[in-house]
């Protein structure tokens, strides 16, 4: 049971009442609706803006070879010209970073290897 219903607080009154409690003039609380949606039409916790995390700005990890993250950085920009996204000190598109990882780009060659191979036989 939350703290509200404990209390019996409606939420009407929910600014009013912490106002009392905190000693806030009311008229200094903006208290904005929301209307009420029911549970298919609400947005819910999973549509809440999510952190962006910089991949580019990792830096180089334990099972990352430089070399292949370079080569993953130029490709990065390249694909960040060819698609125009703005230009700014780390490339945008972070999904190369991945394969500056050996065992990545390996697992990646061996599912390319095997579809090529499967597409080539029926030709």
Same mark, same amino acid.
């Given at each position: ?7 019996g607080i409606k ?12 000693? $806030? ?24 803006q999510k952190i ?33 996204l703005p230009q ?18 390996? $697992? ?14 029926? $030709?």
């Open positions: 049971m939350s703290y509200q219903q404990r209390k939420n009407e009154s929910i600014a009013e009442y912490l106002g009392q409690q905190f000693n $806030i003039q009311t008229s200094k609380i903006n208290v904005i609706p929301i209307k009420i949606m029911s549970p298919q039409k609400s947005p819910g916790r999973l549509s809440k962006i995390i910089q991949e580019w700005k990792a830096p180089l990890r334990d099972y990352e070879i430089y070399v292949l993250f370079l080569i993953m950085w130029y490709l990065s920009l390249g694909l960040d010209k060819l698609t125009g700014s000190e780390f490339p945008q598109t972070q999904w190369p970073r991945k394969f500056a990882s050996p065992i990545n780009l390996f $697992i990646v060659f061996i599912i390319l290897y095997g579809f090529l191979t499967i597409i080539f036989t029926f $030709i």
